[in-house]
């Protein structure tokens, strides 16, 4: 019965019997208070909130003669014979021969490996519960640790559905439960604060708070297990709905930005006057943005679509509404390169009447600096695209109304807020080829509205994607040259830009380490010495790197060695082949990242080769793994991908320190597998209770602005 994680200290505004220290309950002395401590639990209430993240079912009881083997359950039965046996290099076992009630011998036993205390606290003849999962042993069944309470005491560690707790060194379980099964059948409980209007619960069938608490620590059967989780689970996704509608409530209420607008005809013209048809995808994001910057609210919205789906357009669109209506807009990307890239896409875009485009980085001369500097802040120029250097002090806008961050993940929540904040209450797109799944996004990210490219312009072609074992590199090499005679281009992607140091290498490292100089070495002086071979990592000054990426962008270098520094939105229409080496090093989001950089171009057939020892692991063979889907059959998509990779990965390393920020404020809602209904339910109910009462001002709703005011102040904390 695995349910889900950590707990976390509370500070919520309680009574003080529950606000008291540890030490007051009975059989917490100041030892035991100073082990709870290092879990974070200092008050009644943190004792209270240190919520199992699993059970064992010892609910079954039986007589020693209906023992089973390899399941949990409970064991009336007499003690036999106790042993104490000498371990040959480990601590003593002690042995105990099980008897049935009536004291008749059986051949099976439970033995505890070095519990010394074990025989102190049984004699034979005794009647106990023994609890746990026996397997067979010789030629009876055997107990290996299990958990003993004496028959005539109350049940705490058996015959029941068991919580196992988080433990840190020297803090025993079977206390830690006791005390927990004391404070949730005490007069305490009674003291927690329902923050729940008792019309909400009722609506979502919802048990009171000291009902869920007491059954999340000992449940009286599986269905009340799940009604309190389930409980528990509402309350955080509803404080969090709140907390972020509300932010979302107060920014709207303030803030004014200026409406943009376009006729029709107008935004027709321009959307027909591109080098390509719009994706329906494309054209429905077109529609969404539209909408919100027509509103005197500022736009808050993240453009999300796999690598190559075509945002650049979307947001170059948009701009250009700006514009049209006298206003300013500012694009800006995570590398020099990208700036560049994005440059010459709106200069082409906007060939036919539409607005100037200046671009601003670190590179760009003084004197050209100074000019676009004193243009934007005149309000001479309409749109601008740059890296870091637009958010520099001293660059200043007259009518900033859109900003829009490309790749928004590569900036922090700083930077972003910087460029919002260079204007009075801009439209703010952002744009991500990162996929998070919608449920986590709507848990975490309620006031950010979502627009998705979930369709691929035509002609695109899918990424043949082979998972291979290193010794196949040997013919891997000759494919790749061949390729390259018929004047196309490769990435070979390494995950570490040094080889390992040997001398450093223990036993676990030595693992196959590819890295990005010996690659690059390697291949020159072998593999690839008649080709033109390039290298570009992260260590490398950006300058050189953008040099490097530009002249395999003009065809000058055929194969690129490189770290993931590539692996934000260049597009290279030329490559057709991406082999990454050590694949198993990278995460799925990132492995659909880095085959996304190949086949841009239509009609052309692209490759990705991933490399690793593990080749036949369940990550890598995701890559290839192909599902049917409204009869075609295709690869895993961004989003497919995404979700496994938050599976595998935990939502801490999925989503990046940033972004988790929420995530560990959670002790029951599982941000992995969030239940979508519970999510819906606990959202509608934010817009009900913020609807009727945007403050949270009155009464009933007074536990809601305390949960949710502590919510923002751990999260400010955290
Ligand atoms: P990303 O979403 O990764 O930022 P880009 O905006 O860089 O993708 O677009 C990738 C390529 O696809 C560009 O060369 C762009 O011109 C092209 N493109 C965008 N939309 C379409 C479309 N609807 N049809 C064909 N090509 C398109
Ligand atoms: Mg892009």
Known sequence: MAVSRTTRTSSRRSSSALAEPVQRLRGVGEDSAKLLDRLGIRTVEDLLWHLPFRYEDYSKVVPLRSLRPEVEQTVVATIGHVATIPGRRGPPRTEIELRDESGAPSRHKAVWFGNAFIRQRVQEGQTVRISGKPKWFGQGLSFTNPTLEPADREAVQTARIVPVYRLTEGLKEGYLRRWLLSLVTSQRLALVTDPLPPEVRERQELPAIADALRQVHFPDAPPELFRARRRLAFDELLILQLATAQRRARWIAEAKAAPLTVDDGVLDGWVGDLPFALTGAQRRALAQIR???????PMSRLLEGD?????????ALAMRIASRCGMQSALMAPTELLADQHYATLEALFARGGPTVARLSSSTPAAERT??????QRGELDVVVGTHALIQEGVGFARLALAIVDEQHRFGVEQRATLREKGAYPHVLLTTATPIPQTLWQTLNRDLDVSVLDEMPAGRNEIRTEVRTPDALPKVWPWVKGLVSTGQQAFVVCPRIDPADEERETLFEQAWQPSAVET??????GALSDVRVGLVHGRMPQKDRDAVMSRFRDGEIDVLVATTVIEVGIDIPNATVMVVLGAERFGLAQLHQLRGRVGRRAGQRAFCVLVSPQSDSDRLRAMSERVEKDGTDRLLNGFELAQRDLRMRGPGQFLGQEQSGFADQLRVVDLTDIDPRLLDDASGEADRVVAADPDLERAEHR??????DELWERYAFA
């Open 291 to 297: 909408a919100d910057l027509a509103r005197a609210v």
């Open 307 to 315: 690598v190559g789906s075509g945002k650049t357009v979307v947001a």
């Open 371 to 376: 000019r676009i500097v004193e243009g934007l």
């Open 520 to 525: 690059y070495d390697d291949l020159r002086g």
């Open 703 to 708: 536990g809601l602005r305390d949960a949710v």
